[in-house]
């Protein structure tokens, strides 16, 4: 059982910056990604990394402004999210262990989930 703890979500007003962090113990896969859900919306890919190729996905309202990367000393991925919209007010949720054929940015595509990170941003 791998479990994924998110850190570094908080409030912050438009246009600013946060850095959100998941660190995952044991084996999570080859892709780690971070989804959100606002109250009363589905829950949304936003990010997507392969953590061997480092190839990334991006959802197109994010393309610019977040950042994902990742650290494999620590077993952990990032997301810089600059340029923060109060759209970006959500939950979010760090995922691993893409399951076969898997969307990278579908959130039935990942057998692990974090407890989530708050993030609001006010105008």
């Known amino acids: 059982q791998v479990q994924l703890v998110e850190s570094g979500g908080g409030s912050v007003q438009a246009g600013g910056s946060l850095r959100l962090s998941c660190a995952a113990s044991?084996?999570?896969?080859?892709?780690m990604a971070w989804f959100r859900q606002a109250p009363g919306k589905e829950r949304e890919g936003v990010a997507a990394?392969?953590?061997?190729?480092?190839?990334?996905y991006y959802a197109d309202s994010v393309k610019g402004r977040f950042t994902i990367s990742q650290d494999n000393g620590k077993n952990t991925v990032y997301l810089q999210m600059n340029s923060l919209k109060t759209e970006d007010t959500a939950m979010y949720y760090c995922?691993?262990?893409?399951?076969?054929?898997?969307?990278?940015?579908?959130?039935?595509?990942?057998?692990?989930w974090g407890q989530g990170t708050q993030v609001t941003v006010s105008s």
């Open positions: 995922a691993s262990y893409l399951l076969l054929n898997g969307d990278p940015l579908g959130r039935a595509a990942y057998k692990y």
């Open positions: 044991g084996y999570a896969g080859n892709y």
């Open positions: 990394r392969n953590t061997v190729t480092s190839f990334t």
